[in-house]
């Protein structure tokens, strides 16, 4: 409300609008149109302002990539020290990627590392990059550098996720079932440790303990993917107790 009482009386002021818009986007789909409303008025006043291109470039990552890529190209010409731009760019998120190659991304993600060497989002998003690559040493070590970058503050429960997935897929069972299940003491409905550490109990033999996960999982998202996992552990889970009845 202050932020739109200040671009109704100074409807010039192309700051306001930029933040207006940032507001709107930060609100859900249903405000997305205002969001693009207010930044089509700050281009009208500043065609080149820097803060209307990057949320501009976040607003489209999802519908419109191309757009997208165009505007954050256009921010990083206008502001060549800024490292917002590269996020975009450089971004594993399956929703919004731009790039379908994730060495593509790490272009990207490199020369905002070069601006913003501890930045948590940049470090993630390499972490995710070289998982996708099936690099899981260097995967670990990126995402064991966000954790870092905090700095004494508490990590997030994606981020300790994050970390604990990269562990188990390098093989290091004992650190990755630390990490997930920190994770899950954060948010204990966290799909995604979830998942993982129902794929470590299965790698590990802990056949009961991975079907109870993947009975859970399923619960929460009953997806084909799931039921699979769910049926080839309770299968596992019950050769388990044939052979100690023998």
């Given amino acids: 409300a202050v932020l739109r009482g200040v671009s109704e009386s100074h409807p010039d002021n192309v700051a306001a609008w930029s933040a207006l818009a940032m507001t709107f986007s930060k609100m859900g789909k249903d405000h997305l149109r205002d969001a693009e409303d207010c930044l089509d008025r700050a281009r009208e006043l500043d065609p080149t302002n820097y803060e209307a291109l990057t949320t501009l470039a976040t607003l489209k ?12 190209l256009e921010a990083i010409a206008q502001r060549p020290n800024g490292y917002y731009p590269y996020s975009i760019l450089g971004s594993r998120d399956q929703a919004s990627r731009l790039e379908a190659s994730p060495k593509d991304a790490i272009v990207w993600l490199e020369k905002g590392l070069t601006l913003r060497p501890s930045d948590p989002f940049l470090l993630s998003e390499m972490g995710k990059a070289y998982r996708e690559l099936r690099d899981f040493p260097k995967a670990v070590y990126y995402f064991d ?16 996720a994050n970390r604990g997935d990269a562990f188990r897929l390098n093989g290091q069972y004992v650190e990755a079932e630390m990490d997930l299940r920190q994770a899950l003491a ?17 790698q590990l033999g802990r056949h009961e303990e991975g079907f109870l996960i993947a009975s859970s999982i399923c619960d929460q998202k009953d997806l084909p993917e799931n039921r699979k996992h769910y049926h080839e552990l309770g299968r596992l889970f019950q050769q388990d107790q044939d052979k100690s009845r023998n």
Avoid: N, P, W
């Fill in 145 to 160: 550098l966000v954790l870092k970058a905090r700095d004494g503050e508490q990590a997030t429960y994606g981020e300790l």
């Fill in 61 to 72: 990552a999802g519908t419109d990539k191309a757009a997208a890529r165009q505007h954050a």
């Fill in 186 to 202: 954060i948010r204990k409905d966290y799909l995604f440790a979830m998942t993982s550490l129902r794929d470590l109990c299965k």
